[in-house]
């Protein structure tokens, strides 16, 4: 059984995850609508990574005898002006995401909870990688976004990211 701080930490985590996964969505819808089909892939396949964080966090739960609960889901609210506004979000988001998954983790290491630390080492590493994918996103969209070759060259390369499932991750 998990000390009851932690267990409400996941379960929040579990929401924000399913969040993330809506917002991300949104990105592509805005990308689709703006003929961008490489950004909307990429964010088509950010959101399903989403999806699966929630879902790891959610088996971490009942694995550890907690009734897992669903809170409604936020809608996304921003709002576009370019094609450059998703990635800077998407960045700052990631950001965010990051601070949440260090909170759960010093409130594991206050709790001596070392098993919740071990799973969320995962976490840790994936959030290094998810700012890095935001921030080179932001800076080749600075380099080659600007001319209509250059955005249509970085479409077709982020046309190319396919979905798989993370190696060594947690169960879902
Ligand atoms: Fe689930 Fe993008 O962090």
Redesign the pocket.
């Known amino acids: 059984m998990l000390d009851k701080k932690i267990a409400k930490l996941l379960n929040e985590q579990v929401n924000k ?1 399913f969040y ?1 996964a809506y917002l991300y969505l949104d990105f592509a819808n805005y990308y689709a609508d703006e003929g961008l089909d490489g950004f909307s892939n990429w964010y088509q396949v ?1 959101a399903q ?2 999806r699966d ?1 929630a879902m790891m966090m959610r088996r971490y739960l009942i694995d550890n005898g907690v009734p897992v609960k669903f809170d409604a889901i936020a809608k996304p609210d921003k709002t576009f002006a370019s094609a450059n506004d998703p990635l800077l979000a998407g960045l700052e ?2 950001q965010y ?1 990051t601070s949440l998954i260090n909170t759960i983790y010093a409130a594991a290491f206050e709790q001596k909870d070392f098993k919740t630390m071990q799973f969320l080492d995962w ?1 840790i590493k ?2 290094g990688e ?1 700012e890095k994918n935001a921030e080179d996103l932001v800076k080749k969209m600075k380099m080659f976004g600007h001319d209509a070759k250059g955005l249509y060259s970085l479409n077709q390369e982020l046309a190319a990211r396919v979905y798989t499932a993370s190696a060594n991750a947690p169960a879902m």
């Open positions: 995850e993330s950010q990574e989403e964080h988001h990631e995401v976490f994936e959030q998810e």
